[in-house]
């Protein structure tokens, strides 16, 4: 597992169907988890509250051991994990 590094706007390093994980603190709890999912999509020149470096929107097919998808929106490249 390989943490990704920020990139310039306009280049990210993942694309549509890359698998990934990363953390993240689910609604009403207090502690990160590590989820893994599949980069659904790829948001190149980042959103409208985070321009530094590309972000994605991932599809975790088992959020937070519901048995139920979700997509996890605006994750940014830094905070994700290569899965090898």
Not at 7 to 13: C, F, I
Not at 33 to 39: I, L, N, S
Not at 47 to 69: A, H, K, L, R, W
Request: glycine share 8%.
């Amino acid at each position: 597992m390989k943490k990704l590094q920020k990139t310039e706007l306009g280049k990210p390093l993942l694309k549509y169907g890359d698998k990934v994980g990363f953390y993240l603190i689910p609604y009403k709890e207090t502690e990160k988890k590590f989820f893994v999912g599949t980069v659904y999509i790829v948001d190149a020149y980042g959103t409208f509250f985070q321009n530094n470096e590309p972000s994605y929107d991932i599809m975790v097919q088992d959020y937070n051991g519901t048995g139920e998808p979700c997509l996890c929106k605006h994750i940014e490249q830094s905070c994700c994990y290569t899965l090898d």
